[in-house]
Each structure stands twice: as structure tokens, then as C-alpha cells.
């Protein structure tokens, strides 16, 4: 079943070369939980998560709606597919709920642990199938990055480390290859942190890039690792784009022409196409999802393509998964309806609805989590072979962890093997 487009064959040749200094962090898959790609929704209001499964044609079948604590805001599935971990806001300036759930076989879900983190956890991201990266949230105030390590068998939460993350972090993205977690800084000191870890989830060093008079949002990197791009909201005069080019460590330059302008007010969502051709950000403001070509300079320019969801802040978030973009629309506000539009998207950047607007059968859809099952040389269980399985396999050079073949080891036979399936699982 195919939910990935495929890469440019360029970058193959450039990650190979690149291979002897990238090392990846990526931890060993294990077998899925869903059967079939997975899309997962966060209901703010309602307090519940609803499951589809995606068809190849992009589009949905409902599975279920499952309650939550109080507030949920974000949510973040495991690379091997088997838990999701949603994070809660509420009142309490204290801590807030972290609830882990099982995905089951069907893409319905069980939950398995409810905990407490400190507030508030306004982002998560799993770094590897045991350590899931939490933000801690005080607008103003001493914000961090916070590493748990997910104990499956009890199941329980224990925290590894902190690093420090400016004065309001509400956005994480890992690198697709590379032991670097981003987060942002949009208060007083506009800023960019990134990062580094070990697999136990210890941070081993924190570096910052400043962004002038414009503060970043949503921070998404593109799937080969080579750009990150972050949403600047109201900033500036309303319509700009951070874009940086990231090093061989996963360090951060600006990118000649940043910030970007686009014609849609206040972005506020990022998202970047598979094949890292496109960006697709959403607007608060005029509410407008529009397209934009990345050039191989990472440099960003309108398509002209748009969506218009409805009045304003009705976005709740957009995300790539595979051929399709999808967005939610959490409101019913002004136009009757709510819920998750799925897009295919074009090679010149435009997308078209590939179904009505499916209804999460819950209150305000806002966050958007995705899961799709993989193939031996998918290592990191995002759907298809890509640099990111590539730099993995050469990490894993001898040992049995990057094995596609079945003989038990990492050799020339299983490279060549990956190499073969590169580009979306079947």
C-alpha cells in the first residue's frame, strides 16, 4: 500500500557519500501495531482521540473515538507503531497529564498508562522507541526540553534529562537521521535551539540560532534532513517563513532570502512534501493552506495553489502523510462544518480534495499524528526507504540490527537491498 512519494535520486548518491560522518540514531523497529496506515486526531474539547486508517486512495475509514484527560494538545506515536503519547493542557500551573495508549492491531486504541508531567506539555516527539521528548511550557518563565524514558513492562514513565529551552517552547522536530532535537523559543529571546542526545535520551550539547525580530512557531525539518523551516505567526509584517539549511551535525545556518514571504497572513503550520519538493503552510489569520517550491538552495517561493478552510483560526494543523496532505478544520464555525480534509498532491504543488471533510466525531480536531506499517529496510517506520533508513543500515554495518535480507547481519547484501526498495513500502 503506498503512503510515501519517492525521493530525488540525487540525494541517494549524496547520502552515501555523506555516510561515513552521519551516523543516525535511529533505534531497531519492531513489528506494528495497526495493520494499516493510521491517522490520529486530537480532539481538544471533547477530550478524545479519534483513529482513521488510510486507503491508498488517500482516503478514510473511521475507526473510533477514545477518551482523554482533560485538554488534550498534542500527540506523538512511537516509530515502531505500537503506543501513541497524548499531552494535556488544562488550569493547573503545576502538571498536567501524559497518557500513553496501545495502538492495537485494528488502529484502535487502549490506554495502558495515565502519569504526570509538569506543565505544560504543549509538544512530544518520541526520539526512539523508548524515550519520548516532552515539552515543559510556562509563557515567560524557565521552559525545557524534557527526556523520559517509557518503560514498556510496568508500563512508567522516568525522567532522564532537561535542557533549557528559552521562555516559551511549543514546538519539537527531531531530525529524520541525526541525534538533534529542534525547539523553539518565541518569546523573549526569538531563537531556535537545537539539541544533541545520546540513545539513553541524555542531551549532550545545546546550541541556539537567533531570528531577528521574528519569532518561530511550528518548526518542521524535510524528510533528507537538509532544511528546517518554522512559522513566524503575526511577526514581522504577518507573512514571512524562517528557513535554515542544516549541517552534516545537524547545526543550523539562515538561509540566503529568509524569512520567506508568503501571501496567506499569520503562519502558523509547517509541513514539508516527501520528496522535499513543496512546503505547505497554514495561515491563522485567513485561515488559507497554500504550497510553496523548496529549490535546491532551500529557498522557498508561492505556488500560487491554496485551500481556504473557513474564517479564521479554524486550522488546527497540517501534516504530510505520504501522496496526501491533510488538515484539520476545528471549527464549524461560519461554514457548518469540522473535521480532517485529506489533499492528494500534484508534482507542481497543488492538491485536490480526495473526499468531503470526514467528521473525527468529536470537539475541536485540532493536532494530527501519523503511523504507517513498514518493510524490512523501513527502520524507522515512517512507510518508505529513505535516507534516513540508509544512514541506519551503514550505522548498523556488521551487526545485526540493519539486517534486510534475514541472514542475521549488515552487510553489501542488505544495502543493496535496501537500495532496491527505495521509495514508498507496497
Not at 494538545?73 to 500513553?100: C, F, I, K
Not at 508561492?302 to 488538515?327: C, E, H, N, R
Request: glycine content about 12%; hydrophobic content about 40%.
Amino acid at each position: 500500500m503506498k503512503v510515501a512519494s519517492f525521493y530525488r535520486s540525487s540525494r541517494v548518491l549524496a547520502v552515501l557519500v555523506l555516510a561515513g560522518t552521519l551516523t543516525g540514531g535511529l533505534a531497531a523497529p519492531v513489528a506494528a501495531q495497526s495493520d494499516e496506515p493510521t491517522v490520529f486526531i486530537v480532539n481538544n474539547v471533547s477530550d478524545e482521540i479519534t483513529t482513521f486508517t488510510m486507503n491508498e486512495d488517500g482516503t478514510m475509514n473511521f475507526i473510533g473515538t477514545y477518551p482523554t484527560s482533560d485538554g488534550p494538545m498534542a500527540a506523538a506515536v512511537t516509530p515502531d507503531g505500537a503506543y501513541l503519547a497524548v499531552t494535556h493542557g488544562t488550569g493547573n500551573s503545576q502538571v498536567e497529564a501524559l497518557q500513553v495508549f496501545q495502538v492495537n492491531n485494528d488502529a484502535s486504541l487502549t490506554m495502558v498508562l495515565d502519569t504526570l508531567v509538569p506543565d505544560s506539555p504543549m509538544a512530544a516527539v518520541w526520539l526512539n522507541d523508548e524515550i519520548l521528548a516532552v515539552t515543559e511550557t510556562d509563557v515567560g518563565g524557565d521552559n525545557y526540553a524534557h527526556t523520559w524514558f517509557y518503560d514498556r513492562d510496568t508500563p512508567d514513565l522516568t525522567l532522564v534529562d532537561s535542557a533549557h529551552t528559552g521562555s516559551f517552547n511549543t514546538s519539537l522536530a527531531k531530525h529524520p537521521a541525526l541525534d538533534v532535537l529542534y525547539a523553539q523559543d518565541s518569546w523573549t529571546y526569538y531563537a531556535v535551539h537545537w539539541l544533541t542526545y545520546d540513545d539513553d535520551g541524555g542531551f549532550t550539547s545545546s546550541n541556539t540560532i537567533g531570528t531577528g525580530s521574528h519569532f518561530p512557531l511550528k518548526l518542521c525539518v524535510t524528510q533528507a534532513g537538509d532544511f528546517l523551516y518554522a512559522a513566524c505567526g503575526i511577526s514581522g509584517d504577518g507573512h514571512r517563513v524562517l528557513g535554515f539549511r542544516v549541517d552534516a551535525l545537524g547545526g543550523l545556518t539562515a538561509l540566503t532570502g529568509s524569512p520567506f514571504h508568503s501571501p496567506g497572513q499569520s503562519p502558523a503550520h509547517v509541513t514539508p512534501s516527501r520528496d522535499g519538493a513543496f512546503l505547505f503552510v497554514g495561515h491563522g489569520t485567513d485561515a488559507t493552506v497554500r504550497s510553496f517550491t523548496i529549490n535546491a538552495e532551500g529557498a522557498l517561493a508561492a505556488t500560487g495553489y491554496m485551500f481556504d478552510v473557513g474564517m479564521q483560526g479554524s486550522i488546527g494543523d497540517v501534516k504530510v502523510f505520504g501522496d496526501y496532505l491533510l488538515v484539520t478544520d476545528e471549527t464549524t464555525a461560519g461554514d457548518g462544518v469540522a473535521g480532517l480534509y485529506s489533499f492528494l498532491i500534484h508534482e507542481n504543488g497543488s492538491f485536490t480534495l480526495v473526499a468531503d471533510i470526514y467528521d473525527t466525531d468529536g470537539v475541536r480536531p485540532e493536532a494530527i499524528a501519523t503511523w504507517a506499517p513498514g518493510c524490512p529496510a523501513d527502520f524507522d517506520g515512517d512507510g518508505d526507504v529513505d535516507t534516513a533508513d540508509l544512514l541506519f543500515l551503514l550505522g548498523a554495518w556488521g551487526t545485526p540490527d540493519g539486517d534486510v535480507d534475514g541472514d542475521n547481519d549488515t552487510d553489501t547484501a542488505d544495502l543493496l537491498a535496501l537500495l532496491g526498495a527505495w521509495g514508498p513500502c507496497a
